[in-house]
């Protein structure tokens, strides 16, 4: 009798590993993704949670007229730290820490760059040597599609340098010494990804431009994008336009649209429209589940700013709590909601230093409403600067583990990011 209570035992504890097998692959989550009202949802039409980080360096690492980010950082037009680690050992940190998707910001620039990677920028990527940074790209694509990761393309800039500030990438086209662009060049540029990654479905979609914003012209005025103007700057226009054309070609891929993070009049006096206007003149694409509306958010935003009275500016962490949540619904949160055309919103950067503690109440705030309005996120960054204090990065120095969950950071996080 006894004989037989073992083996009972072991057949029902085989039958529930068979079940828990099978519960946790028909529960996995599999691309491509659309939207359904507020919702991303998967292939199996379950809720898709957004818990995602950014791996900068694609999109360049230096200012391109002085160099306010560290000097002795080049990425040479590739993503961050696989000079010093494997890009497997990277890919399984992410994987293991929970995060789903990956947003990947690029310049324009990068994708037509010749230069063969050397082996001083690849560190233990010999696999990598002699390939240009787009081959690069693929081999970092390839590898988190492996693990299960969604890719997020993400436009970061025109020309390969840090972003962001008065520079040379506030629009999506426009001259400069570094890399001329045209709208349509711009475009031509998304269908060729778009056509590139069309076979492999954990590339999910396309993030279409970072942060449109006023951008420096030769004579440093300011050029403003507008959202409906039917010209030149017309933002909602180009990626309306965008979108559409990358759909002809890959139809799975989601469509990311950034309002305009900041307008300058000629007074000097700065406006914050994000993504506001979308109450009035949504983004109308040919295949409608497929749009997503993004902004951006930091303790350091302004809120009210002037640019010859910067000591005087307003940021998200000067605010209350209660006007903290107000302004996320009224910027971008309330399109969640809109009766008839809900439509999925992303945070698709925030984040803050571990030392930057005065930031705590404004990560506590961001996390609560994202919590609240189900709405999901990639912070920034994967890693920005090795063993610097100040740095929003969430690797540990040797970028094997994701450490953030173990500092304060930590805290607001998990309670948000929870399955």
Known sequence: MGQWKIIFRRMKRSLFLVICFFQGYFLAQ????????????????????????????????????SEFHSKGINTHAMPFGIHLQHIDTIVAAIK????????????????????RAKKDWVGPNNFLLNKTPIEVLDEVITRLSDAGICVLLNNHSTTTHWCCNFDYNGLWFGKNKYFDQTTKQWINDWKFLANRYKSNLWVIGADLRNEVRPQRTPYFLPKNANWGRKNKKDWHRAATQAGDAIHVLNPNWLIVVEGINARVNPLMQLSFPHLKSVRKKPIILKIPNKLVYEVHNYSFSWTKANILRLKKSTTYNDLSTEQRMKAYEQNWGYITKMEGSATPVIVGEFGCSVHDKHAEEWLRDLTVYMSQNSIGSCWWTLEEEIAEPSSYGILNDALNEINVFKDWRGTHLQKYWKP
């Open 30 to 65: 599999v691309p491509p993704l659309s939207t359904r009202g507020s919702h991303l949802i998967d292939a199996n039409e379950s809720v898709f949670s957004m818990r995602g980080v950014n791996w900068w360096g694609a999109n360049g690492s230096q200012y391109p007229y």
């Open 96 to 115: 293991s820490a929970g995060f789903n998707t990956l947003r990947l910001p690029f310049s324009n620039q990068m994708l037509h760059d010749t230069t």
